[in-house]
């Protein structure tokens, strides 16, 4: 046969491919055995984030980037582990300086922003103030404690706890006005389970303890978990009672789920109920999102990954993964020989994509060891922390998340945000106009823009 047009750009494809192969191989060559070589794939994948923040420079707003302000809060806390696993201190300051000029009145809902909140956006921020707890991260000389931020976040959550449908369970977004008011979500329900998890354990206080358990077992009650299939569900209806599901399988709900359960695992020493959580869904997770057609250790977003169709936010979501399964395999150590060698595995697939424009930059899919053509702030995110986490098997003991009692002192206020008047469903009618207005306007735009889309994604 003839060599036709398709045939010619075809051998030019596989020309290119293995170009960028080799330039690979001579640019990001990543040895799991050394911690030289993790540190050094981590700073690299950090910096090619990092050139994508201005809000340390003047005329720019700290913590705040462009087109979004959930992310800040996604890439603070990648960058707090970053520092810990790596102990590279390159951001801190500008960690410290934008998590503090975000944080409202100690609860994350800053008004500049808080008027279109999901439950979800405003999570991020507190899971990472969690995280600057747990990981003794320096405080800040003149700002919040890193405990008192993450516990106004849980004490203005709480309060949106919503028995007007489904018997309870957090809405979506905060607001009625906002798209998506009608929903309960797992990443929203979830996130909250994880940080009430991870204050009882940190804190001893038995109040988040049985908020952790509420949480859970309400979400065995709807769509959203299963606790004999351990599937997890993207989102369910409050106009119906919870009865339908919108099943998009998403690697940070099931991450949400697994670390709140380990958590309470360690909290309770280590009691059944949170083991069979675990391990239940750790069992699925393992199964759908590190699929053996690649090889069955790199982890893989399977739902918009083989089309090619991930946003910015869903891009996000391996990294959230990849900590939370580093962390659960230190909190619930019978983890850790089965969760390690898919981190091994999804870091070693990642560093032979990090091959793009001939300055290791990263693409959003970890196998087949070329660069997939995407970058960003959010591939860069991902992969700062799946390469970072591979440093814990050269930690030992001190890669663990540590609590009040075994050596963190991180300022407890359990009325952390409390006083804010502004943070509830109570009080929607003091928003005025003009915020209504502008939050509708954004929430038309998202909209607009997810139609068509395959799932339900974070606003903001
Ligand atoms: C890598 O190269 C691209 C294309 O020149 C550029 O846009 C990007 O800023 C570079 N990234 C880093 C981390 O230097
Ligand atoms: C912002 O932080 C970066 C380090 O990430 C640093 O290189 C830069 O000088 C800082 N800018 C200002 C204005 O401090
Ligand atoms: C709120 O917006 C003002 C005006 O743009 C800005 O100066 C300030 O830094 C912003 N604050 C936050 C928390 O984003
Ligand atoms: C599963 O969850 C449901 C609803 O919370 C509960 O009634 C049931 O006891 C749970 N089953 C197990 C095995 O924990
Ligand atoms: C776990 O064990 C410790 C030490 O024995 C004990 O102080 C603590 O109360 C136990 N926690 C729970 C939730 O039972
Ligand atoms: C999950 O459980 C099923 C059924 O027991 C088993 O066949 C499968 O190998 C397990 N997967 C993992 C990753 O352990
Ligand atoms: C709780 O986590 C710590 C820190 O990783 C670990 O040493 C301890 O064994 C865990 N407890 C249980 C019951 O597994
Ligand atoms: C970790 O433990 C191993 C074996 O116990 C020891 O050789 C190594 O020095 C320890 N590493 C750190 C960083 O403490
Ligand atoms: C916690 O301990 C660190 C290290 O010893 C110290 O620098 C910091 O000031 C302490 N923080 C509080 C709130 O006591
Ligand atoms: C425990 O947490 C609850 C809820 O925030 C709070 O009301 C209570 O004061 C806390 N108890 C202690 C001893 O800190």
Redesign the pocket.
């Known amino acids: 046969m003839m060599p036709t047009a398709g045939g010619w750009s075809r051998w030019t494809g596989y020309l290119v491919t293995a170009l960028l192969a080799l330039q690979g191989a001579l640019a990001l060559d990543l040895n799991i055995d050394s911690s030289d070589s993790i540190k050094a794939a981590a700073s690299n994948a950090a910096y090619g984030m990092m050139i994508h923040y201005q809000g340390n420079e003047t005329g720019h707003?700290?913590?705040?980037l462009p087109g979004t302000w959930w992310e800040g809060g996604a890439m603070f806390m990648t960058l707090i582990q970053y520092w810990h696993f790596t102990g590279d201190d390159t951001y801190n300051e500008e960690v410290i300086e934008g998590m503090q000029?975000?944080a409202?009145d100690c609860d994350y809902m800053?008004?500049?922003?808080s008027s279109y909140l999901g439950n979800d956006d405003q999570m991020f921020w507190g899971l990472a103030a969690m995280t600057a707890a747990e990981l003794n991260f320096p405080d800040s000389t003149d700002g919040y404690s890193w405990l008192a931020l993450a516990q106004g976040v849980f004490n203005t959550q709480v309060n949106r706890w919503d028995t007007t449908s489904c018997n309870g369970g957090m809405r979506w977004q905060i607001y009625s006005y906002e798209a998506g008011y009608d929903m309960k979500n797992s990443i929203s329900n979830g996130g909250l389970f994880q940080l009430a998890a991870r204050l009882a354990r940190y804190t001893g206080n038995t109040t988040y303890a049985e908020w952790a358990e509420k949480i859970f077992d309400w979400s065995a009650t709807t769509p959203l978990l299963s606790n004999s299939t351990w599937n997890v569900a993207d989102s369910t209806e409050t106009t119906n009672d919870c009865a339908t599901q919108g099943d998009d399988q998403w690697t940070y709900n099931y991450g949400t789920y697994i670390m709140g359960a380990a958590y309470m695992y360690n909290y309770t020493n280590g009691t059944t109920k949170w083991l069979d959580a675990v391990t239940g869904l750790l069992n699925v997770t393992l199964d759908r999102f590190f699929p053996s057609s690649h090889g069955g250790e790199i982890m893989s977003e399977i739902l918009c990954e083989p089309t090619e169709v991930c946003n910015d936010n869903e891009i996000i979501f391996k990294g959230l993964l990849s900590t939370w399964l580093a962390f659960t395999s230190l909190v619930v150590p019978s983890t850790y020989d089965e969760i390690w060698p898919k981190l091994q595995g999804s870091a070693q697939g990642a560093a032979a994509t990090c091959i793009g424009n001939s300055n290791n930059t990263c693409g959003v899919r970890w196998y087949g060891d070329v660069w997939d053509g995407w970058s960003g702030l959010e591939e860069q995110m991902s992969t700062t922390s799946i390469f970072s986490v591979n440093m814990i098997p050269f930690m030992n003991t001190s890669a663990a998340p540590v609590t009040s009692t075994t050596g963190g002192n991180s300022t407890s206020d359990p009325s952390a945000g409390t006083t804010d008047k502004d943070s509830d469903t109570e009080t929607t009618t003091a928003i005025t106009t003009g915020d209504k207005a502008g939050a509708g306007i954004l929430t038309t735009v998202f909209v607009g823009m997810w139609i068509g889309m395959i799932a339900w994604v974070l606003i903001g």
């Open positions: 707003i700290p913590g705040k000029w975000q409202g800053p008004s500049n922003w």
